[in-house]
T-cell receptor, first 110, second 115 residues
Framework: DAKTTQPPSMDCAEGRAANLPCNHS???????VYWYRQIHSQGPQYIIH???NNETNEMASLIITEDRKSSTLILPHATLRDTAVYYC???????????FGAGTILRVKS | GAVVSQHPSRVICKSGTSVKIECRSL??????MFWYRQFPKQSLMLMAT?????????EQGVEKDKFLINHASLTLSTLTVTSAHPEDSSFYIC???????????FGPGTRLTVL
């Protein structure tokens, strides 16, 4: 599975959009981009995943560049409860395992 | 969404004892479960993949005789840390491949402290 690069930390004001970038320049054509988050001392939570088209669900939006070498997770109206570590993972669909990198610590501040 | 539970949520044990952690899929059947370990301020590290009715597949560097995994039913996998030592103190998290397209659900984690 391709490697991903994320900034170690980001701050965001409560109520504003949080835009979390991820670089995956070696992504293969059959690999999807997955996002999970982990709130302190809890298990990870699935957020969203996509292949090449932009995706949106009740939690977030995923914007993937046309060359698929990077993506951005958007939390449209961040709240204090969105403070967590966000992981961007690249993997083939129905792949056997999720491999977590270092992730981005998102701190939402009031 | 589908729910995965772990028991216990916290355990403190003496060095040299064995500790069993249970992972259950509460409302779905999971043919595949995964076990992760997470040290403070670090990311999750996959330890092993467990398939119901067969032996677990361990990641490189994980001692299979120390971390015994049993997946005897479609809703239960157990991780036993044998002869635990202080360096085994960690946050252990399981996940289960759930229903629906390519879903994986995580348990709340078990914090193990070995004195």
């Amino acid at each position: 599975d391709a490697k991903t690069t994320q900034p170690p930390s980001m701050d965001c004001a409560e109520g504003r959009a949080a835009n979390l970038p991820c670089n995956h320049s070696t992504i293969s054509g059959n690999e999807y981009v997955y996002w999970y988050r982990q709130i302190h001392s809890q298990g990870p939570q699935y957020i969203i995943h996509g292949l090449k088209n932009n995706e949106t669900n009740e939690m977030a939006s995923l914007i993937i560049t046309e060359d698929r070498k990077s993506s951005t997770l958007i939390l449209p109206h961040a709240t204090l409860r969105d403070t967590a570590v966000y992981y961007c993972i690249v993997r083939v669909l129905y792949g056997n395992k999720l491999v977590f990198g270092a992730g981005t610590i998102l701190r939402v501040k009031s | 969404g589908a729910v995965v539970s772990q028991h216990p949520s916290r355990v403190i044990c003496k060095s040299g004892t064995s500790v069993k952690i249970e992972c259950r899929s509460l409302d779905f059947q999971a043919t595949t479960m995964f076990w992760y370990r997470q040290f403070p301020k670090q990311s999750l590290m996959l330890m092993a993949t467990s398939n119901e009715g067969s032996k677990a597949t361990y990641e490189q560097g994980v001692e299979k005789d120390k971390f015994l995994i049993n997946h005897a039913s479609l809703t239960l996998s157990t991780l036993t840390v044998t002869s635990a030592h202080p360096e085994d103190s960690s946050f252990y998290i399981c996940s289960a491949r759930g229903p629906g397209p390519d879903t994986q659900y995580f348990g709340p984690g078990t914090r193990l402290t070995v004195l």
